[in-house]
């Protein structure tokens, strides 16, 4: 059964913390992504990578940076959490080839900047 | 800017109907198409993904393509009151990047 983890489920953050979300795949993946999802927003892409050390911004990367290491682990990090990063973080990884394959998410991360 | 464009509902129909969605995209580039369904709190989950212009089908749910019109939709036979979700619309133009829409909030009344 494919997998993607996210390491919290819900997280309560201070204005101006830095904040790591963590991201597992056991898919050999080559791509991974974050998203955060907002109520009549739909997804916005923050960043992706398609490769090991690999990144490319998304539509909102301000605010943001990532990290991958490692094939199986894609980081999400915000620099200095403010109030207007408060939103559900998805994480979802695909194969490169053939392209256009779907994607598979993790059950999320609701964050909240207080 | 790339956009998908959906209504974001509520769109009710009773139990044992046809659920219809619909789905605009602004990028003629734009080669496959997806359908993700997101329980409440839950993430998206693929129900059908599509290529080809015309009709897929997989059990009670159908996808419909027109790149003419630029239009994807997706219908639900004899919906249930488990259908009751949002539908998220997705296009991808062959790059790593799949744009997704706003959802169309479905209630299916028991």
């Known amino acids: 059964d494919v997998k993607v983890t996210q390491s919290s489920r819900y997280l309560v953050k201070r204005t101006g913390e830095k904040v790591f979300l963590e991201c597992v795949q056991d898919?050999?993946?080559?791509?991974m992504f974050w998203y955060r999802q907002d109520p009549g927003l739909g997804l916005r892409l923050i960043y992706f990578?398609?490769?090991?050390?690999?990144?490319e911004k998304g539509d909102i990367p301000e605010g943001y940076s990532v990290s991958r290491e490692k094939k199986e682990r894609f980081s999400l990090i915000l620099e200095s959490a403010s109030t207007n990063q408060t939103s559900m973080y998805l994480c979802?990884?695909?194969?490169?080839?053939?392209?256009?394959?779907?994607?598979?998410f993790g059950q999320g991360t609701r964050l909240t900047v207080v | 800017q790339k956009e998908v464009e959906q209504n974001s509902g509520p769109l009710s129909v009773p139990e044992g109907a046809i659920a219809s969605l619909n789905c605009t995209y602004s990028?003629?580039?734009?080669?496959?198409f997806f359908w993700y369904r997101q329980y409440s709190g839950k993430s998206p989950e693929l129900i059908m993904f599509i290529y080809s212009n015309g009709d897929k089908e997989d059990g009670r749910f159908t996808a419909q393509l027109n790149k003419a019109s630029q239009y994807v939709s997706l219908l639900i036979r004899d919906s249930q009151p488990s259908d009751s979700a949002t539908y998220l619309c997705?296009?991808?133009?062959?790059?790593?990047?799949?744009?997704f829409g706003a959802g169309t909030r479905l209630f299916v009344k028991a």
């Open positions: 990578s398609y490769d090991v050390k690999m990144k």
């Open positions: 979802a990884s695909s194969r490169r080839f053939p392209m256009n394959t779907e994607a598979f």
């Open positions: 997705a296009a991808n133009t062959g790059g790593f990047k799949t744009i």
């Open positions: 898919m050999d993946h080559e791509n």
């Open positions: 990028d003629r580039g734009s080669q496959s």
